[in-house]
């Protein structure tokens, strides 16, 4: 099926979308208003929040079985 270079190259690209698709990267940038100290609050939240779904894209990945 797939080799294990391939199923870790596709694990590491689907946990990189993720992260990206989750950044509030519009509100981030664009508002001059935001402190620095909530900048660094939010990403630190979104990269808690993103852990579980990353774990899980990867278990699946892994072991296709437990999708069904």
Known sequence: MW????????LVLLGIIWVVVTLPLPWVVGNPNI???QVYTVLGIIGIISVPFVMLAAVWTLRPELAR
């Open 3 to 10: 080799d294990k270079k391939s199923k870790v190259k596709l």
């Open 35 to 37: 402190p620095e100290s």
